[in-house]
């Protein structure tokens, strides 16, 4: 089967089902995984459809999340930038606390302030920081199987144990009018509160997630400041009208 004629395929089983697996397309195309996955990024590159974890949806579907997998692979560069930018604005002896997602993730290596204490509701962020040795607490809770997040009611009782100088969180949706959003309402409630108990907040998002609007709003655009590789032209007046902007 021809490239064009597989996407033909993949886009009408998702016009039929909005959501289908990556195994189910290996059979209905008699295509390999590899094959079948270039596909799924070729599609999304031209904004066709969405990859989440196992497979791909509709674009639009506002309570569609990527898994960690599909996350770490895209806008890697980027990434580094904005998370080289986030670990500067620590100060030695800081008590902070690092949202789950790979951005947040990306800026541990990048911590040079000493003596600092990290609150976290990421396994993998508990893992990279023991082995820096920073001094760290991974909140109790529910365990997002494809996110590796913890999330949950115990989860935000264990958060109200704590107070920080500043948080870092990551937003799958950046717009003027409805601010800082995620899929996840579980998700979103952590992220909320982390942003109550921190004395300074700043949300890190790469250029992809501007005008995009998914299910759970966090707080609006002014609460925090927005750390980003660099603002697209449209976006930096309406954006750069509410909120403190530091870009690279």
Not at 2 to 11: A, C, Q, S
Not at 20 to 37: D, F, I
Not at 128 to 140: D, F, H, P, T
Request: hydrophobic residues 40%; contains cysteine.
């Amino acid at each position: 089967m021809l490239t064009e004629e597989r996407y033909g395929v993949i886009l009408q089983r998702l016009q039929e089902r909005g959501v289908v697996r990556l195994q189910e397309l290996t059979e209905l195309l008699g295509a390999s995984e590899s094959t079948v996955r270039r596909d799924l990024v070729d599609l999304e590159e031209r904004k066709l459809l969405k990859r989440i974890h196992g497979g791909a949806a509709l674009p639009g579907q506002k309570n569609l999340e990527p898994g960690m997998e599909e996350k770490t692979l895209k806008n890697v560069q980027e990434k580094q930038v904005i998370a080289r930018l986030a670990a500067k604005q620590l100060n030695d002896g800081e008590c902070i606390y690092l949202d789950a997602g790979t951005t947040t993730l990306t800026m541990i290596p990048y911590i040079e302030a000493r003596d600092i204490t990290v609150v976290t509701n990421g396994l993998s962020h508990v893992e990279a920081l023991v082995a820096k040795n920073i001094r760290s607490y991974l909140l109790g809770g529910m365990m997002k199987m494809h996110t590796k997040a913890v999330i949950g009611s115990i989860a935000l009782q264990n958060m109200d144990n704590f107070r920080f100088d500043k948080c870092f969180l990551g937003a799958n949706g950046v717009d003027p009018k409805m601010g800082y959003t995620t899929p996840d309402p579980e998700e979103a409630l952590i992220k909320r509160r982390a942003h109550e108990l921190s004395g300074s907040s700043y949300v890190l998002a790469d250029s992809s997630k501007f005008g995009e609007i998914t299910f759970a709003k966090l707080f609006d655009l002014e609460e925090a400041v927005l750390i980003t590789e660099a603002v697209p032209q449209p976006w930096k007046d309406p954006i750069g009208r509410k909120t403190k902007i530091i870009e690279g």
